[in-house]
Nanobody, 124 residues
Framework: QLPLVESGGGLVQPGESLRLSCAISGFTMDHDSIGWFRQAPGKEREAISCIGTITGAMDFSESVKGRFTISTANNNKTVYLQMNTLQPEDTATYYC?????????????????WGQGTQVTVSS
């Protein structure tokens, strides 16, 4: 069983919404942190948000502020990224990643376990 599995990506039109899911195995929110990241073609990977009991929920990206929200469900076995008012510039592969025994951080290299990613395409 893979430790982190993303789902929920797809093709949407500008202004629409998507909810991404990250199914978690081997992590506990009391001790660990789970973040959402994205990478567009030709661009560096960007930290979006993170959540965990140690630091609570943290938002890292000004470009999605007020539109994207991170949350947990299913007894902390799923981490969601609710994305509203999507724009073409949100097109990217979205990843969740885990950090064992530490709080949230925007430093991507400090996350040691990554999912396979899910593609989000925003286009009319």
């Amino acid at each position: 069983q893979l430790p982190l599995v993303e789902s929920g990506g797809g093709l949407v039109q500008p202004g629409e919404s998507l909810r991404l899911s990250c199914a978690i195995s081997g992590f506990t929110m009391d001790h660990d942190s789970i973040g959402w990241f994205r990478q567009a073609p030709g661009k560096e990977r960007e930290a979006i948000s993170c959540i965990g009991t140690i630091t609570g929920a943290m938002d890292f990206s000004e470009s999605v502020k007020g539109r994207f929200t991170i949350s947990t469900a299913n007894n902390n076995k799923t981490v969601y990224l609710q994305m509203n008012t999507l724009q073409p510039e949100d097109t990217a592969t979205y990843y969740c990643a885990g950090r064992k025994g530490r709080g949230c951080t925007s430093y991507i290299f400090l996350y040691d376990t990554w999912g396979q990613g899910t593609q989000v395409t925003v286009s009319s």
